[in-house]
């Protein structure tokens, strides 16, 4: 099995950045997909961004395009969300994910598509 441990939040006023970590461990080896997701109270999770552990390549929504950088260490199986000019509707729980079964765009974006997620990490934006 893996285990995803999530850390790096807290709160900052809008306009400031926050950098996240996800750590993973156990059999990381085969996992298709890493990914970050975020719900808000009273709303559903949503997809933030992912990246395709084989390739490198990054998925994004578009609410966070230009703000939001994904990335990887390899080494350490640790991803990254660094979190730029952010807003107050970026106000959430972000929880990491490890998908050992995504197959596709369309899974890579959806809850379903991951087996595996940490125990999400509060962010707080103030206006």
């Known amino acids: 099995q893996v285990h995803v441990v999530e850390s790096g939040g807290g709160l900052v006023q809008a306009g400031g950045s926050l950098r996240l970590s996800c750590a993973a461990s156990g059999r990381t080896f085969s996992s298709y997909a890493m990914g970050w997701f975020r719900q808000a109270p009273g709303k559903e999770r949503e997809f933030v961004t992912a990246i395709s552990w084989s390739s490198g390549s990054t998925y994004y929504a578009d609410s966070v395009k230009g703000r939001f950088t994904i990335s990887r260490d390899n080494a350490k199986n640790t991803v990254y969300l660094q979190m730029n000019s952010l807003k107050p509707e970026d106000t959430a729980v972000y929880y990491c994910?490890?998908?050992?079964?995504?197959?596709?765009?369309?899974?890579?974006?959806?809850?379903?598509?991951?087996?595996?997620w940490g125990q999400g990490t509060q962010v707080t934006v103030s206006s």
């Open positions: 994910a490890a998908g050992t079964t995504v197959r596709g765009i369309a899974t890579l974006k959806a809850t379903f598509g991951y087996d595996y």
